[in-house]
């Protein structure tokens, strides 16, 4: 098309879109229906958390370097205390940490909280039996980049605890999340 005669088509579509004279779409045509986006803080099942009441079991595929925030030092691109875990107490929960961090293995274990976190833990002995993966301080022995570890633990006591990363630096870092067994039967996560 000549771009005089498309230049003329344009103003005509423009000057009867403004008169009123477009034709209007189908009375019987809904428009799709917005999905409602999550409330901030808002309690989320994504598909990375399954819970079974039935079993009372969770699984969280729970993975470390999904974006380049905080040097990929994250969880699910969450660091610093933000997002929150949520698990049932009694519940067994299995995680599966999945390394996505291109350069740097990283670990996870459940924690007190902290109000600052230490570069390096002398001593990590989790909150329940199980909750570690394996040589969680050691930048070589841990979980590697492109490696998956699996960690099966009851959630005997109700609280507030941590996710931690407890390779040299990365909680100091911010590699951290708040990971809570409500006494209430709650489950889910917080991605905000």
């Not at 209007?24 to 994504?46: F, K, M, Y």
């Not at 994250?74 to 929960?93: D, S, T």
């Amino acid at each position: 098309m000549h771009i005089k005669t498309l230049a003329v088509a344009l103003v005509v579509g423009i000057g009867l879109t403004a008169c009123g004279d477009a034709p209007e779409p189908p009375a019987d045509t809904d428009a799709p229906a917005e999905q409602p986006a999550a409330e901030p803080g808002a309690l989320q099942t994504p598909d990375w958390f399954v819970v079974d009441h039935d079993a009372e079991t969770v699984e969280i595929d729970l993975i470390a370097g999904t974006s380049s925030a905080n040097n990929y030092w994250n969880f699910h691109g969450l660091y610093g205390g933000a997002g929150e875990i949520v698990v049932p107490e009694g519940y067994e929960v299995t995680i599966n940490l999945i390394n996505q961090d291109p350069n740097m293995g990283h670990s996870v274990g459940v924690g007190e909280v902290q109000a600052t976190w230490p570069n390096s833990f002398s001593d990590v002995t989790p909150i329940f039996d199980g909750a570690v993966t394996s040589n969680p301080t050691s930048m070589t022995e841990s979980t590697l980049p492109g490696e998956t570890e699996s960690i099966t633990f009851t959630v005997d006591q109700s609280g507030d605890f941590a996710l931690i990363c407890y390779v040299v630096g990365h909680a100091a870092s911010g590699m951290w999340m708040p990971f809570t067994v409500s006494a209430d039967g709650e489950a889910g996560a917080r991605l905000n």
